[in-house]
């Protein structure tokens, strides 16, 4: 039931954060009859959406499903994303006349702007009367004595506000330049709820010394390449940068890499490298593995790999006088390139925080609370987070409908 209408500071809902999960939560809720509040440190809503896809916006990904989440529940994400479908977006996008494509691997931009798809957001969240409160921070929530209602004070100084549910859609750690903070942490666990481990997700990886000089040296290459680490294994485009190395599958493999541990480097997918190098040493005996290697790969890349595989005695010999033990080694170098990063570039530049609010208290068909009624956790902030190439959008759509729509 909705609250009194009378009561000016009293609202059915209200929701800290008006990013993805928020606006989207707020809309739903709103255009069913609630009175919704929604409030924002920044300056304007949906800053990281602003930002997203080189400002086209990934909003989504047809292949969005379970299979592409990382929690430590794999299966929570499963309700909400079966209730509301990347088709369940695109179709209100389409009502909307927003000009989309697709890119690879399922990945949906707008033509022209993201800023169309927060116009959207907020177009829904006006059908539903929703009240913004932007450049508005929250000092302070606690649940009434009675557990009805939760009362907030708020920074612009207005009376403490009262809410029956309240709603946790303030994100992670990543950005932190666009003011993102550990905030949704912290009220969750004043409300008893565990965190778990946090850490930078689709983020660049860093290499020190002598890998860190190589690097810096190819920095601006790019090629196509398979990494892998841990359980993750992607093949999409590889960058060398001044501090290491990035590009989709780099970003992709980081949120399955745990420090300590190797990266492999297929530069070649779906080649065979020391065959190549074999049949040529018949068909062009004075040519040089450079020379082959770069059919291959970039110029500078495979000079890079050759002169630090073949030994200095075999140095600008040909194929014909270079024994199988070091094509073997050159193979190897360009088809399992085995890296210890020694970081990552961490929250500054990481698309996303894994980890995050323990979803073992959390209803997944509502994003509710079990050990505080009336409390919803929602986006990113949980601990669901999404391959690169608009899964992470997709969470906060599901996240949001299936919080707003819970009356």
Same mark, same amino acid.
């Given at each position: 039931?909705?609250?009194?209408?009378?009561?000016?500071?009293?609202?059915?809902?209200?929701?800290?954060?008006?990013?993805?999960?928020?606006?989207?939560?707020?809309?739903?809720?709103?255009?069913?009859?609630?009175?919704?509040?929604?409030?924002?440190?920044?300056?304007?809503?949906?800053?990281?959406?602003?930002?997203?896809?080189?400002?086209?916006?990934?909003?989504?990904?047809?292949?969005?499903?379970?299979?592409?989440?990382?929690?430590?529940?794999?299966?929570?994400?499963?309700?909400?994303?079966?209730?509301?479908?990347?088709?369940?977006?695109?179709?209100?996008?389409?009502?909307?006349?927003?000009?989309?494509?697709?890119?690879?691997?399922?990945?949906?931009?707008?033509?022209?702007?993201?800023?169309?798809?927060?116009?959207?957001?907020?177009?829904?969240?006006?059908?539903?009367?929703?009240?913004?409160?932007?450049?508005?921070?929250?000092?302070?929530?606690?649940?009434?004595?009675?557990?009805?209602?939760? $009362? !907030?004070?708020?920074?612009?100084?207005? %009376? +403490?506000?009262?809410?029956?549910?309240? *709603?946790? /859609?303030?994100?992670?750690?990543?950005?932190?330049?666009?003011?993102?903070?550990?905030?949704?942490?912290?009220?969750?666990?004043?409300?008893?709820?565990?965190?778990?481990?946090?850490?930078?997700?689709?983020?660049?990886?860093?290499?020190?010394?002598?890998?860190?000089?190589?690097?810096?040296?190819?920095?601006?290459?790019?090629?196509?390449?398979?990494?892998?680490?841990?359980?993750?294994?992607?093949?999409?485009?590889?960058?060398?940068?001044?501090?290491?190395?990035?590009?989709?599958?780099?970003?992709?493999?980081?949120?399955?890499?745990?420090?300590?541990?190797?990266?492999?480097?297929?530069?070649?997918?779906?080649?065979?490298?020391?065959? $190549? !190098?074999?049949?040529?040493?018949?068909? %062009? +005996?004075?040519?040089?593995?450079?020379? *082959?290697? /770069?059919?291959?790969?970039?110029?500078?890349?495979?000079?890079?790999?050759?002169?630090?595989?073949?030994?200095?005695?075999?140095?600008?010999?040909?194929?014909?006088?270079?024994?199988?033990?070091?094509?073997?080694?050159?193979?190897?170098?360009?088809?399992?390139?085995?890296?210890?990063?020694?970081?990552?570039?961490?929250?500054?530049?990481?698309?996303?925080?894994?980890?995050?609010?323990?979803?073992?208290?959390?209803?997944?068909?509502?994003?509710?609370?079990?050990?505080?009624?009336?409390?919803?956790?929602?986006?990113?902030?949980?601990?669901?987070?999404?391959?690169?190439?608009?899964?992470?959008?997709?969470?906060?759509?599901?996240?949001?409908?299936?919080?707003?729509?819970?009356?």
């Amino acid at each position: 039931m909705a609250a009194d209408t009378h009561n000016d500071t009293h609202y059915d809902m209200a929701i800290l954060g008006a990013g993805a999960a928020g606006m989207m939560c707020a809309g739903v809720a709103g255009q069913i009859g609630q009175r919704v509040l929604i409030i924002d440190h920044a300056k304007a809503p949906g800053e990281k959406i602003r930002i997203s896809g080189g400002g086209r916006c990934n909003f989504t990904n047809i292949n969005a499903g379970p299979h592409a989440f990382l929690s430590q529940n794999p299966h929570f994400c499963k309700s909400a994303l079966s209730r509301y479908t990347a088709q369940d977006f695109i179709d209100m996008v389409e009502r909307y006349g927003i000009q989309y494509h697709e890119k690879t691997l399922g990945q949906l931009f707008c033509d022209h702007t993201a800023k169309d798809i927060i116009q959207m957001l907020l177009d829904e969240m006006a059908l539903g009367a929703v009240e913004l409160r932007l450049e508005t921070g929250l000092e302070e929530v606690q649940k009434s004595p009675t557990g009805e209602a939760f $009362t !907030l004070r708020l920074s612009d100084g207005s %009376a +403490p506000i009262t809410a029956t549910k309240f *709603v946790i /859609a303030c994100g992670g750690k990543s950005i932190p330049k666009m003011g993102a903070t550990d905030l949704a942490y912290r009220i969750a666990s004043q409300f008893g709820h565990e965190i778990t481990e946090t850490r930078a997700g689709l983020v660049p990886f860093t290499f020190g010394d002598e890998l860190g000089a190589r690097f810096k040296a190819l920095a601006g290459l790019a090629a196509p390449a398979e990494i892998s680490t841990g359980a993750g294994q992607f093949q999409e485009a590889l960058l060398f940068t001044h501090r290491g190395l990035s590009g989709p599958a780099v970003l992709q493999a980081s949120s399955y890499w745990r420090e300590g541990q190797p990266v492999i480097v297929n530069l070649a997918p779906g080649d065979d490298i020391l065959e $190549t !190098l074999k049949d040529r040493r018949y068909a %062009a +005996p004075k040519q040089r593995p450079t020379t *082959v290697l /770069a059919e291959r790969l970039p110029a500078r890349l495979a000079a890079d790999i050759t002169a630090h595989t073949i030994p200095e005695a075999q140095t600008g010999l040909p194929l014909a006088e270079i024994p199988d033990t070091t094509l073997e080694a050159l193979a190897e170098a360009v088809e399992a390139w085995r890296l210890t990063p020694s970081g990552t570039e961490g929250y500054r530049t990481a698309e996303v925080t894994l980890g995050g609010v323990s979803t073992d208290k959390l209803s997944s068909k509502t994003l509710e609370s079990s050990l505080c009624p009336n409390l919803h956790i929602i986006g990113e902030a949980v601990d669901v987070t999404g391959w690169l190439g608009g899964y992470n959008f997709q969470w906060a759509w599901a996240s949001g409908w299936a919080c707003g729509a819970s009356y």
